[in-house]
T-cell receptor, first 113, second 115 residues
Framework: GNSVTQMEGPVTLSEEAFLTINCTYTATGYPSLFWYVQYPGEGLQLLLKATKADDKGSNKGFEATYRKETTSFHLEKGSVQVSDSAVYFCALSDLGGGFKTIFGAGTRLFVKA | NAGVTQTPKFQVLKTGQSMTLQCAQDMNHNSMYWYRQDPGMGLRLIYYSASEGTTDKGEVPNGYNVSRLNKREFSLRLESAAPSQTSVYFC??????????????FGNGTRLTVT
């Protein structure tokens, strides 16, 4: 079945550091891939998405590239801010899963001033 | 611009009590979902409704029932609450798009504690 594996946290960085959160997936079809972010006390919100191989999703300085050959969708940001502290979820949705979105376990990010 | 609205925000139940979690969306989305979020486990799908008039089980449906009341509203019922149902519950909605690329829109969650 489909699954998503992302790096365990928490990840603690200083402001302006480079961020990478690894995500790999298993899917029987050709999934769409997503990163969602959850700020304290709130629901998840879409950060970025990519729908086919080699697509790059980007938003608010975050980027992720859909790599079919390595089944990966790693999240990166060149310079994090304190306001980026949140939990980040990698997710996939595809025909094989009936379009139901499957989430990774989440990675908590702390950014220190 | 409400989006997805869930009620209540917090609830404490005793084992064996029942309750209904309410969810409404104002984005004219066809599909609605109930997830639970537990530490270290991400979000797991309880039930979903691909379109008005249909509901289907997700990954963890045991102990829950749902009703798609109309296109806007999708409720989740716990008939006899158990401590294992202590969790944060999220309702979400999306457009029904073949290809799976439509993102989910989430409510702010209901934190449920069962003692």
């Amino acid at each position: 079945g489909n699954s998503v594996t992302q790096m365990e946290g928490p990840v603690t960085l200083s402001e302006e550091a480079f961020l990478t959160i690894n995500c790999t997936y298993t899917a029987t079809g050709y999934p769409s891939l997503f990163w969602y972010v959850q700020y304290p006390g709130e629901g998840l919100q879409l950060l970025l998405k990519a729908t086919k191989a080699d697509d790059k999703g980007s938003n608010k300085g975050f980027e992720a590239t859909y790599r079919k050959e390595t089944t990966s969708f790693h999240l990166e940001k060149g310079s994090v801010q304190v306001s980026d502290s949140a939990v980040y979820f990698c997710a996939l949705s595809d025909l094989g899963g009936g379009f139901k979105t499957i989430f990774g376990a989440g990675t908590r990010l702390f950014v220190k001033a | 611009n409400a989006g997805v609205t869930q009620t209540p925000k917090f609830q404490v139940l005793k084992t064996g009590q029942s309750m209904t979690l309410q969810c409404a969306q104002d984005m004219n989305h066809n599909s609605m979902y109930w997830y639970r979020q537990d530490p270290g486990m991400g979000l797991r799908l309880i039930y979903y409704s691909a379109s008005e008039g249909t509901t289907d089980k997700g990954e963890v449906p045991n102990g829950y029932n749902v009703s798609r009341l109309n296109k806007r509203e999708f409720s989740l019922r716990l008939e006899s609450a158990a401590p294992s149902q202590t969790s944060v519950y999220f309702c979400a909605s999306s457009e029904l798009v073949w290809g799976g690329e439509s993102p989910l829109h989430f409510g702010n969650g209901t934190r449920l504690t069962v003692t």
